[in-house]
Structures are given as structure tokens and as C-alpha cells.
């Protein structure tokens, strides 16, 4: 499945069709980006960079 499936009668240009090719494995990485992203976020808590609010 494309990103841009049935919206365009023409196809993307190759730049955004590269972008699109990596959403398999952007799915398959995605809780470990949440994870990631979490554990930045409370780093830089503790740094006193991020407040809870």
C-alpha cells in the first residue's frame, strides 16, 4: 500500500516514492522510536531541560 494510494492520477516522483518505501520498516521499528523518544524525554527531565508540565 502506497501513501498516496487512489488520491493522485499520477505516480510520485522517485524522492517521495524513496520516502514511502520505508514505511515497512518504519512500522516495524515503531515502538522502539517510542521508546527511544521516552527515554530522551525523561533524560533531559532530569537534566532540568524538560519540566513534567
Same mark, same amino acid.
Given at each position: 500500500?502506497?501513501?498516496?494510494?487512489?488520491?493522485?492520477?499520477?505516480?510520485?516522483?522517485?524522492? !517521495?516514492?524513496? #520516502?514511502?518505501?520505508?514505511?515497512? +520498516?518504519? %512500522?516495524?521499528?515503531?515502538?522502539?522510536?517510542? !521508546?527511544?523518544? #521516552?527515554?530522551?524525554?525523561?533524560? +533531559?527531565? %532530569?537534566?532540568?531541560?524538560?519540566?513534567?508540565?
Amino acid at each position: 500500500m502506497t501513501l498516496w494510494g487512489g488520491r493522485f492520477s499520477q505516480q510520485p516522483d522517485a524522492l !517521495a516514492w524513496q #520516502l514511502n518505501a520505508s514505511l515497512p +520498516i518504519d %512500522q516495524r521499528m515503531a515502538s522502539q522510536d517510542v !521508546a527511544g523518544s #521516552l527515554a530522551w524525554a525523561q533524560a +533531559i527531565q %532530569q537534566a532540568g531541560v524538560l519540566t513534567q508540565k
